[in-house]
């Protein structure tokens, strides 16, 4: 995107080409819809540049309507400087509740400050009477005046004036529950329009009737940020339990200490204790719940899924409504691709929500899994300079290559042994592989900035053109899912090391040539 001047966007041109003439000055990819009342707005302000005689820079590289991407935070006005200065001025047409406005500023300074320093947060709204009246945030919300805002826009003379989306990364402002728990718990952090339309639904609905509702969304679209969210708000007024299918990590344990330490209502276990009566005597954990919220719902034993549908039917129990949040896509085994729980849930009701986009990935290694998951898949208009691909003649070379990654902050993730009764020399080789690092299970949800990937082979191109895997140890577990799950925890760059496997070295480096030379 390009950044343009306020005087050429505001002279009197037909409203009916003023998309089109928007879209050449800003060099947008898409046309955008654009209010009358809003550009009126900015033609007074640039009237006002005008009568006080300002200098052209005032008038020069101002973003409009730019929206971060991946996410729907959006920007009226915004000016970025060399200096570390910023401007963000939001224009409101009509009368707007004051705390709106300084929750909209606050948050727009949230993501700004991962750019610069010092920042300017201003709001310009038309009154009932039709007069300008200014706002300004800088820790709380005033009634500021034209000369203040002038003196802030008069501050940066040099700034930025195109190629604005490349400034913001999504691994700056997006937190995983686990990987960042204090910030979580103390809510630093803010979710996309999308989530919060989501989330505000969920609540409405569960608070007032006995539901089951789901969260459906792929990788990287920020379903496990939102569902521990959603139990947070909800622990303020009920008995909350999270369930997480998959083995408790790090960032579990921290959160339940932390959840502990602030008294709040709310506590996570594993799928596997629920029918465990060694450790839940007649299920009292599940009794105890009035809300539950279970995350990767597609990997739970239909058993155990249908136990925990019997304990919500029982009238004795405290239960009024259960969460669900689930990938049909991310199934590592045969048997989650075997089980009906979506069926299961569907059968009963559960009211289902989507997650659309993604918000976490880098939107190149996006696309680039995508073309390596399925050759037919190719996409020119991205760049995947974020990915690195390099080969390795033996497991030597592997480690040599993935210890420089790993310097580099690289985290490698390993793909998951089968247990010790299937100890034969392939188990032998991933269990080496894996030894001091995670593997495929110990990460389910968790995110991570660089991640290492191996193909080694037990990889292959099938007919169709699909990246498939050979026979794991555990006849259950699948490669190629595997991979999928390790893959996609990425969110900023992705190094393949390919170890002995010149076929699919040869593929790779052909995805990556022809996005670059076409």
């Known amino acids: 995107m390009r950044a343009i001047n306020l005087f050429s966007l505001t002279r009197e041109i037909d409203r009916n080409i003023l998309q089109k003439y928007e879209r050449l000055l800003s060099n947008r990819d898409k046309y955008i819809q654009i209010r009358d009342e809003e550009v009126d707005i900015i033609k007074k302000i640039v009237d006002i540049f005008r009568k006080q005689k ?23 006005l915004l000016k970025v400087g060399f200096d570390n200065k910023i401007i963000n001025i939001e224009i409101k047409s009509q009368e707007v509740d004051q705390f709106k406005i300084e929750r909209q500023l606050c948050q727009n300074r949230y993501y700004l400050s991962y750019i610069g320093s010092e920042i300017y947060s201003f709001t310009c709204m038309l009154d009932n009477n039709c007069d300008l009246k200014i706002f300004r945030y800088d820790k709380k919300l005033k009634v500021s005046n034209i000369d203040e805002l002038l003196e802030c826009v008069r501050k940066i003379e040099d ?14 402002y997006f937190i995983s529950p686990f990987n960042e728990t204090e910030k979580f718990v103390k809510g630093e952090y803010y979710l996309t329009g999308q989530q919060e339309q989501i989330k505000n639904e969920i609540i409405d609905n569960i608070t007032n009737e006995k539901m089951l509702l789901g969260i ?3 990788a990287g679209t920020g379903k496990t940020l939102l569902l521990y969210d959603i139990a947070k708000t909800l622990s303020a007024d009920f008995s909350v339990g999270i369930i997480h299918c998959g083995n408790l990590n790090n960032g579990h344990n921290c959160l339940n200490n932390e959840f502990k330490k ?7 276990i594993s799928a596997k204790k629920i029918t465990d009566d060694s450790i839940y005597k007649c299920s009292d954990w599940l009794k105890h719940c009035e809300i539950i919220c279970i995350d990767e719902t597609q990997r739970i034993y239909e058993s155990t899924l249908k136990f925990i549908l019997e304990t919500y039917d029982n009238k004795g129990t405290n239960i009024k409504g259960i969460i669900f949040s689930y990938d049909p896509k991310q199934k590592m085994s045969r048997s989650e691709i075997a089980n009906n729980n979506l069926k299961i849930i569907e059968a009963r009701g559960s009211k289902e929500l989507k997650l659309l986009g993604k918000i976490r990935t880098n939107t190149g290694i996006y696309f680039f899994i995508k073309n390596m998951m399925d050759l037919k898949k190719e996409n020119k208009t991205v760049s995947y300079t974020d990915i690195d691909i390099v080969y390795a003649e033996d497991r030597e070379d592997f480690v040599k290559l993935r210890d420089f990654y790993v310097y580099k902050g690289y985290t490698f993730l390993a793909y998951t042994p089968a247990s010790k009764k299937y100890d034969n020399d ?15 299970h110990d990460v389910i949800g968790q995110e991570f900035d660089k991640i290492i990937i191996l193909v080694d082979n037990n990889f292959f191109y099938n007919s169709k053109k699909e990246l498939d895997g050979k026979g794991h140890p555990n006849e259950d577990y699948l490669f190629e899912r595997l991979l999928y799950q390790n893959i996609t925890r990425v969110k900023e760059k992705l190094c393949i090391i390919v170890l002995n496997n010149k076929d699919v070295f040869e593929k790779l480096i052909e995805i990556k040539e022809k996005n670059l030379f076409g």
């Open 54 to 76: 300002l200098e052209n820079f005032v008038y020069e590289n101002w973003f409009y309507s730019f929206t971060i991407p991946n996410i729907s935070k959006e920007f009226d």
């Open 159 to 172: 700034a930025v004036d195109s190629n604005i989306e490349d400034l913001f990364k999504p691994k700056d």
């Open 216 to 218: 459906q969304g792929g």
């Open 262 to 268: 602030e008294n709040m209502n709310i506590s996570i």
């Open 426 to 440: 392939s188990n032998k080789y991933l269990k080496q592989n894996s030894y001091n690092y995670k593997s495929s």
